[in-house]
């Protein structure tokens, strides 16, 4: 195996991409898998590659995968906990199976993917700032099928791919908290306009008004903006 990096011109485009900030959450994840791509490249006769990460939700998944087998097999350790990815994304360590056959650790594993055609796996930590993004790993068909110098490889890629990973799941957050924010305001004030009309119709004080809100919110067992909403409509409609 040659000690150069394969693709070299395409692995610099993508990280000069990043370091320009022109990446978007779809971009992100399309540059990931083109990173998937380059490691899938760099070792012949690979079932696939890609990234298991925490999305923005919480939950794991995976991005960039090249191939079905990868998304059957990472499937299969999020749903059995256990794997040599999530123990390279846990340990903050590269991890080798040489054989799953012979493979003693993630028993559970390394059974469900005995139908698969995968019998060596390489997986290294995600990593950016101290956050634990996920793990970048390649699975092949042919036992021993890394060594030390696939090693140096995947975390070399492992560098950018955490960068534009962490990178985009920040971006998703903080888009995500700015729609709460928006609508947590204009909740507000649908609520204050309800209670205005209620303080007219009513002849109430405004924690009075509030109050009516509050006990309908109770009764009808909805939320105080959709009583709120129904008030306006109302209002709207005499």
């Not at 794991?60 to 749903?79: F, H, M, W």
């Not at 985009?168 to 709460?180: F, G, N, W």
């Not at 004030?189 to 007219?200: C, F, K, P, Y």
Request: negative net charge; proline residues 5%.
């Amino acid at each position: 195996m040659e000690n150069s990096l394969p693709l070299a011109d395409e692995f610099a485009a993508l990280t000069g991409l990043m370091a320009g900030g022109f990446l978007t959450q779809e971009s992100a994840s399309k540059a990931v898998q083109s990173l998937a791509y380059i490691l899938k490249d760099s070792v012949p006769g690979t079932a696939g590659a890609g990234a298991s990460i925490i999305n923005g939700r919480g939950r794991r998944e995976s991005a960039g995968a090249t191939d079905p087998v990868v998304l059957q097999a990472d499937k299969l350790q999020y749903e059995l906990g256990q794997g040599p990815c999530l123990s390279a994304w846990a340990e903050q360590r590269a991890i080798i199976i040489q054989d799953t056959r012979d493979e003693t650790r993630w028993s559970e594993w390394t059974a469900a993917v005995a139908d698969l055609p995968l019998r060596s796996v390489l997986s290294a930590p995600l990593t950016t700032e101290g956050r634990r993004i996920g793990a970048l790993k390649v699975y092949s068909p042919v036992p021993g099928a890394f060594d030390d110098h696939s090693v140096f490889l995947i975390e070399r890629l492992a560098v950018p791919a955490a960068v534009m990973l962490g990178n985009a799941r920040d971006r998703e957050a903080t888009q995500r908290l700015s729609s709460r924010v928006v609508e947590a305001l204009a909740n507000r004030d649908m609520i204050s306009r309800a209670q205005g009309v209620l303080i007219e119709r009513m002849n109430l004080t405004p924690r009075e008004a509030l109050t009516v809100m509050l006990s309908a919110s109770r009764g009808e067992g909805q939320p105080l903006h959709k009583v709120a909403g129904e008030i306006l409509a109302g209002a709207a409609e005499q």
